[in-house]
């Protein structure tokens, strides 16, 4: 099954870190990258370069950033092939957004036959 690993940042927690911090954080999510079960993932651009678009009256409305209420921004995503949820919440765990104050949402990606 493909699960979607969705990493939600707390703003200014890896900027906080110190240099050889950082760099040991970014050495952890290389090393999640290279697992064999991570099919993707994507390190997103800061929320701040985010564009909304809704509709109203069949009109793209287009707002500058991200809504959120929420004090955590999707930072990036790891797409993953595991055999069950438990096999996801390990990689999760191992994901460092998760204990800098971030969390790691898992959702089952569905598949519709082709």
Known sequence: ???ALLINELPGAFEA???DEQAAISAEYLGIRSDP???DGGHLAPAH???TVRLK???AL???GPFADTKEVLGGYYLLEADDLDAAIEVAARIPAARLGGSVEIRPLITYPV
Do not use: F, W
Request: hydrophobic share 40%.
């Open 17 to 19: 870190l110190a240099t």
């Open 37 to 39: 079960r991570v099919v």
């Open 62 to 64: 287009v707002t500058d």
């Open 57 to 59: 009256d069949g009109d």
């Open 49 to 51: 370069t985010a564009s």
């Open 1 to 3: 099954m493909r699960y």
